[in-house]
């Protein structure tokens, strides 16, 4: 059988759906993030590495000013209501040691423990934060850098501004302003943006490819379930051109064999009892009045002059050739049907064939008043087959022709050429078939008496015989019947037929 999958269009195929879903699904997150990363753009302004010089000196002086005028400022609200918008987050490290952050500043311990430190040291924090150029109280350009002293240069070191909270000429607290990358600064909104573009990617790939394959395959382990549980009439869904239709259509047809097969065998099992009934029925009767007259001979008491001995033994006589015929019978169509019987094939003259048959029914015929003919017609001749088989099929039909041909009747055995194969035909005058009959008349035992004239003889199994020699040979055997009289067809090929 050809594979399912050859000519399907590339798009039904469910691994190129998986492949493409992937791709328009990384294509989604990286287009949600680039749009998140320019509209960030757009309202921030892009971020820098280090804070613009006296971005921290400002803040300060925002920060005394304010404090200045509202000693008891609120300076948590006072630095998110000023700097939400800006870019680098800001704390503030007092002198009593409260820390005032901006929402999301990510300052370090390590920061707020050198602003600690350094408020902590009034000789270095007036060293390091001293106005430059005699400027103004408050007015400090900022972190002067290093200061004197190696104490106090180790403790200023690194690269994280700060600025001086002065209020009335003295420093109440440092500014600390925390450099930020892009990275730091866009990183959290990116990564929860991705992963919620990920997340509705992932459940549109689920809903729209893998949703119905699941249902499918669903509906698969369905069927299959039924079927080991012997319904073999269970089917799995067919739609779609994929794969997993692919494979639904391949159990289907698999399930569909094994009902098949099962009808068969179950069928064969059927005829085999009925075979069996039917041999014991068969082989029943005769015996039964083998064993009536030999126990009626054997009884001291019979009085049985000698011609109603003689008539008994004749009688036993008749049944056992029957029982022979009947048990040779049998034996002859379990061979042919089962194949052991093999075939002797030659080119056999169908004249030398219709003249030992005839020969053989001739007194049979002679004694029941039928009159008994035979004709071969140019080309057909030589028929090829088994000599001794295809005469076995016509002296069953021919005998059987004859038992139910009144007297004053034909039988004709007819053969001619019908495109290139031998069509050997035996009909006769009777009575014929009844159609409901006809169907039945090649099983084992079937007998069609009640619709034709004559009485019940033979064993039942002459056209069963008669059927499975042309099968055989390759051929078919056909009937046609009226009340006219009744036509046998059978149709060789002319060619070597399988032995």
């Given at each position: ?291 009536g007259y030999l126990d009626t001979m054997a009884m001291p008491s019979a009085a049985a002059d000698r011609e109603t001995r003689e008539r008994y033994v004749r009688i036993v006589s008749d049944e056992t050739r029957r029982l022979e015929h009947l048990v040779g019978d049998l034996l002859d169509l379990s061979r042919l049907e089962a194949g052991g019987a093999t075939l002797d094939m030659q080119d056999v003259s169908v004249e030398g064939l219709f003249g030992a048959v005839a020969a053989r029914h001739e007194l049979a015929a002679t004694g029941s008043g039928v009159r008994l003919s035979h004709a071969v017609e140019p080309g ?53 078939i009844a159609p409901e009959h006809v169907p039945n008349i090649f099983d084992r035992f079937y007998k069609v008496d009640a619709s034709r004239a004559g009485s019940a003889t033979g064993s039942g199994l002459g056209l069963s015989i008669v059927k499975a020699v042309v099968d055989r040979h390759g051929g078919t ?23």
């Amino acid at each position: 059988m050809p594979d399912a999958g050859v000519g399907r269009r590339w798009y039904r195929s469910l691994y190129w759906r998986i492949a493409v879903g992937f791709v328009l699904t990384v294509a989604a997150v990286v287009a949600v993030q680039a749009f998140v990363v320019l509209w960030l753009l757009s309202q921030e302004g892009p971020p820098a590495g280090p804070p613009p010089p006296g971005f921290a000196r400002l803040v300060a002086q925002d920060l005394s000013r304010a404090l200045a005028s509202t000693p008891d400022l609120d300076l948590g609200q006072f630095i998110r209501e000023e700097y939400e918008r800006r870019l680098f987050p800001i704390a503030v490290v007092l002198r009593d040691g409260r820390v005032v952050a901006q929402d999301g500043a990510g300052v370090s311990a390590e920061i707020i423990d050198r602003a600690r430190a350094l408020l902590s040291r009034p000789e270095d924090l007036a060293g390091a934060f001293a106005p430059r150029g005699g400027g103004p109280p408050g007015s400090d350009r900022g972190f002067r850098g290093r200061g004197r002293g190696r104490g106090r240069g180790t403790l200023l070191a690194g690269t994280t501004p700060f600025a001086a909270i002065r209020v009335q000429d003295r420093i109440i607290g440092l500014v600390v302003v925390v450099p930020q990358t892009l990275a730091e600064r866009l990183g959290p909104t990116l990564a929860a943006t991705g992963a919620a573009a990920l997340a509705a990617a992932t459940a549109l790939m689920v809903l729209v490819i893998f949703g119905p394959v699941r249902r499918r395959l669903s509906d698969l382990e369905r069927a299959t379930s039924a079927v080991g549980q012997g319904q073999l009439t269970a089917r799995a869904r067919e739609d779609g051109g994929d794969e997993v239709a692919d494979l639904a259509r391949a159990f289907n047809r698999m399930t569909a064999d094994l009902a098949a097969r099962a009808h068969e065998a179950a069928e064969s099992d059927r005829a085999k009892r009925g075979l069996l009934a039917d041999v014991s029925h068969e082989l029943m009767t005769p015996l039964t009045s083998m064993r009536g007259y030999l126990d009626t001979m054997a009884m001291p008491s019979a009085a049985a002059d000698r011609e109603t001995r003689e008539r008994y033994v004749r009688i036993v006589s008749d049944e056992t050739r029957r029982l022979e015929h009947l048990v040779g019978d049998l034996l002859d169509l379990s061979r042919l049907e089962a194949g052991g019987a093999t075939l002797d094939m030659q080119d056999v003259s169908v004249e030398g064939l219709f003249g030992a048959v005839a020969a053989r029914h001739e007194l049979a015929a002679t004694g029941s008043g039928v009159r008994l003919s035979h004709a071969v017609e140019p080309g057909a001749e030589i028929v090829r087959g088994d000599a001794r088989r295809l005469e076995q099929a016509l002296q069953n039909l021919v005998a059987n022709a004859l038992r139910h041909t009144p007297a004053g009747g034909t039988v004709s055995l007819r053969c001619r050429l019908d495109g290139g194969q031998i069509v050997v035909t035996v009909q006769d005058t009777g009575q014929g078939i009844a159609p409901e009959h006809v169907p039945n008349i090649f099983d084992r035992f079937y007998k069609v008496d009640a619709s034709r004239a004559g009485s019940a003889t033979g064993s039942g199994l002459g056209l069963s015989i008669v059927k499975a020699v042309v099968d055989r040979h390759g051929g078919t055997v056909a009937v046609f019947s009226s009340p006219g009289g009744t036509t046998f067809e059978l149709r060789l090929p002319t060619g070597e037929a399988p032995v």
